[in-house]
């Protein structure tokens, strides 16, 4: 497929495309058993109306007829952060999910999102009556099973859309179209390249993956402990431990896939310096000081200086009380050790 201009794409991160004209997820009884099994809570969100909602691209926008999934890759910064961890003299033990660095330390929401405006500008131009809709990560959609459907990967044993060229440190963006842009479908639906690998399940410090679903126990996993309950002080899992310091999301599970080491070997030479201001703020604030003198400024800041400190950040949406609630557990996990 050649719709769009390439040098474009790549310099907006996309490494892939795809597309597809089948409303209904291959995979809803997955997903429906999940939710019946509780395993999604305490993320509500995932049931009722908007569960209801992910049956079907058509109940989420009735005009639905095709989607444009793209892939925006942030393994380069995945990269730079672990050579970060392994060669900083001054790295203080914490990590930080590489998303949060990826995008020039934006918020990817924000930059994806323009991203896909402009495409689907162009595309509308291109062809008359067409109306198109964007879903990124907060819509009531299915987004790893839509990638799955357009044929740009498969589903990991940690639940990740997997992309054999380019891994798994993607952001899934798609736009839906209300006409068939293309004359069928192109791709063939990616096969499992797991196999026997289990490096993922083994790799988990709080055993959230269910091995025999292929899905994510949600209140054990790091990521939403430290992501989503950033209002809440209990803790929801007695599995839960912030020991490996991810005091925002976690990537343990696809740091270790052989399908991003693979890409790891072949960008060996690539510059692992981070170059942008915000990116450049984040790392100073955050993972170069002394944990404890951290834990302070971040209790004597205000929520508002925090805020704008971390303005159009990823930090922006868990403020300040969030972070310092994953911080201070942090130190309580290292103390349980
Ligand atoms: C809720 C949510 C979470 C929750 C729950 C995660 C989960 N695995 O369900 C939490 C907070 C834990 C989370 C964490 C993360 N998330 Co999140 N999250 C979402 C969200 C909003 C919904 C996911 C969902 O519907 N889950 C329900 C489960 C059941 O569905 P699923 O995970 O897609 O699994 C499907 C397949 O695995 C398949 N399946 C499951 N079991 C089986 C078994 C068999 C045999 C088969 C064939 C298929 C199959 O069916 C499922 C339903 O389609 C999506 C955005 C969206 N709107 O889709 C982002 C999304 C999944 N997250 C994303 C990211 C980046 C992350 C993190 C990496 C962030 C971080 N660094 O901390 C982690 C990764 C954790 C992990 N290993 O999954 C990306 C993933 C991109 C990718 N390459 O896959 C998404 C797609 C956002 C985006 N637009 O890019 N997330
Ligand atoms: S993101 Fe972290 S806690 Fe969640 S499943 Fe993966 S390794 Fe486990
Ligand atoms: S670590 Fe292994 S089992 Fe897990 S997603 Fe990667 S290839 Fe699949």
Redesign the pocket.
Known sequence: MSLFDPEKLLKWGIVDYGYTTEAI?Q??D??NL?VKAEN?LP?VY?EGERQQK?QSLKEHWPEFESALVFLFSYHDTHQKLQSFYQNAPNWNGLKL???TLGFDGLDYHHKIKEHLHEIGESLSEAHSGLKFKL???????????LAMRAGV?W?GK?????NRQHG?F????SLLLNKKILPEDKKIIETDHCGQCTRCIEACPTDA?DPV????I?KD?I??YT??QFKLDTIPSEKMTLKEGTIF???I??DVCPWNKRLDRQHIDQDLDFKHEKQIKILDFFLKRDVKVLAEEMNSLSEGAFKRLFKNTSFERSGRRGLLKNIIFYLASLRKN
């Open positions: 997820p995979t809803l997955q997903y999940w999604h993320l995932l992910r999910a590489s998303y879903t990124l990560d907060t819509h009531p959609v299915l987004e790893r099973d990967g589903f940690n639940s990740m859309l997997i798994s993607l952001i899934i963006g993956i679903t292929r899905t994510i949600a996993c990521s939403t992501i989503e999301g976690c990537d599970c696809q």
